[in-house]
Every structure is written in C-alpha cells, then in structure tokens.
T-cell receptor, first 112, second 113 residues
C-alpha cells in the first residue's frame, strides 16, 4: 500500500453535469476525510467518515454534494448539477489517528 | 470556513538562508501540524506537534507548539532549491479523536540560487 489514491487526477466538465470522484485510503486507516482547496487557499474540510459512517459534514457541503463509504474502505464524492464555483482541488485524506493525516494527490475539477 | 493566519504570505530567499514562518489562531488547538504542498499535489506532512511548548525537529526543519496553544512556528535552516513550495499549518481541536483539521492560508516559499 503506497498511500492515498485518488481518481481521476483531473476532470473537466460542463456546467450542470454530474461528476464522481473516488478515494482509496491507506488500507489500515479507518478514518477518511474530504477537503476542498481553491486557488491560493488552504484546504477546507468537507466531510469525514469513520469506517462506513459519515460522522460530520461541513456547511460547505451543499445538498448537491454527497459522499459515501459503503464498505468502510474506498469513498466516493459526487457533485450533482455542477456550477462554476465548484471548480477546485478535491483532496482526500486518511488516518488511523496515530500520526497526522496522509493526503492523496487530489482531483482537480474544472467546470466550464 | 475558518482559516488560520499564516505569515508571511510569501517569501523569496537565497539558497542557504534560514526561513521562519508562523501561524496564529483565535481558537485553541491540541495538535499542530505543518504540511508542504507542491503544485498539483496534495499536502505532505512535515512535522506534528502534540503538546503545548513542544519543540520538534525533522532534519533541517524545526517547529514549536506555542504555550498558549493558539500559535506555532516553523523554521527551515540552510534552505535548498527543493524547499520551494507552499507551507501550510493546520490545527486539530481534540487530541486522540478524529476531528477535522483547520488549515492556514499558506506561506509560499521561493528560493533563489
């Protein structure tokens, strides 16, 4: 296991389309986080899972956003009816809470 | 959402110089983390601090957890070209639990030869 894996790395979509991103955490990590990062800013928390349970959601996560972690392993983040303001880097991180958080390389979304 | 205040926002330094950056918060944190992010990549953890007053080193990097638990600093000694990137501080509220990280606004470091 080489780290947190995110797919795709880049996604360009037309406004109004739906997109889905995938995150595969480090296998022994039971906690998984999604963050969003816009240009020139630090990452901002979106949501968090412990195993398959979604335990916290940010106010940034509008009703167009949904995240799942069905078997407590990989997670998906779906954005429905994308808007230009959704353009950002979407980062996934996992931890077993023993030492920091390990981030993936992110999915860069561009909505045109 | 809330972002921690980092300073400076950016800095140009010459190779071999020492660098210092800091991070302040209006809230108390129980863990401070420092990350480095290269363009198009996710943040990579550099140093984690778990106790107020703690001073921790990782190679040429040294970081301290402020006594008030509302601030932290990161020093880089003898900078080299691969130190270029954006450095983020991050605070976590609850030790030993899985609470989210709150990130700073970032310090962009550029090194001239």
């Amino acid at each position: 296991d080489t780290g947190v894996s995110q797919d795709p790395r880049h996604k360009i979509t037309k406004r109004g389309q739906n997109v889905t991103f995938r995150c595969d955490p480090i296998s022994e990590h039971n906690r998984l986080y999604w963050y969003r990062q816009t240009l020139g800013q630090g990452p901002e928390f979106l949501t968090y899972f412990q195993n398959e349970a979604q335990l916290e959601k940010s106010r940034l996560l509008s009703d167009r956003f949904s995240a799942e972690r069905p078997k407590g392993s990989f997670s998906t983040l779906e954005i429905q009816r994308t808007e230009q303001g959704d353009s950002a880097m979407y980062l996934c991180a996992s931890t077993d809470d023993s030492y920091g958080y390990t981030f993936g390389s992110g999915t860069r979304l561009t909505v045109v | 959402g809330q972002q921690l205040n980092q300073s400076p926002q950016s800095m140009f330094i010459q190779e071999g110089e020492d660098v210092s950056m800091n991070c302040t918060s209006s809230s108390i944190f129980n863990t401070w983390l420092w990350y480095k992010q290269d363009p198009g990549e996710g943040p990579v953890l550099l140093i984690a601090l778990y106790k107020a007053g703690e001073l921790t080193s990782n190679g040429r990097l040294t970081a301290q957890f402020g006594i008030t638990r509302k601030d932290s600093f990161l020093n880089i000694s003898a900078s080299i070209p691969s130190d270029v990137g954006i450095y983020f501080c991050a605070g976590r509220g609850n030790t030993g639990t899985a609470s989210k990280l709150t990130f700073g606004t970032g310090t962009r470091l550029q090194v001239t030869l």
